[in-house]
């Protein structure tokens, strides 16, 4: 079973960008999909981005346009490029399978914070 290690959160203004990382141990990172996922204080997990073991990607569309999910197999790793940030992207994000996240386990683990504030 593969299992993720988010960073790059932080604080950050409205308008500006983070680069979110997570690191896949524990099984082969290149055969999954993997997707970006964000769970806000009271709310539900939010499925934000896939990205296919090929390199397909799919966005919400609350973030088309502004976020850009990649992925480097050889270097077992995800990323989620957030621009265009804004306080509704308040949040923490959360790195797993695509599988996973339809077992509804997408928002599990540790996370990372991400907070869009002036």
Do not use: H
Request: charged share 15%; proline share 3%; aromatic share 10%.
């Amino acid at each position: 079973q593969v299992q993720f290690v988010e960073s790059g959160g932080g604080l950050v203004q409205p308008g500006g960008s983070l680069r979110l990382s997570c690191v896949a141990s524990g099984s082969i990172f290149g055969i999954y999909d993997i997707g970006w996922y964000r769970q806000a204080p009271g709310k539900q997990c939010e499925l934000v981005a896939t990205i296919t073991s090929l390199g397909r990607a799919y966005y919400a569309d609350s973030v088309k346009g502004r976020f850009t999910i990649s992925r480097d197999n050889a270097k077992n790793t995800g990323y989620l490029q957030m621009n265009s940030l804004k306080p509704e992207d308040t949040a923490v994000y959360y790195c797993n399978t695509v599988q996973q996240g339809t077992n509804g386990m997408g928002c599990w683990g540790k996370g990372t914070l991400v907070t869009v504030s002036p």
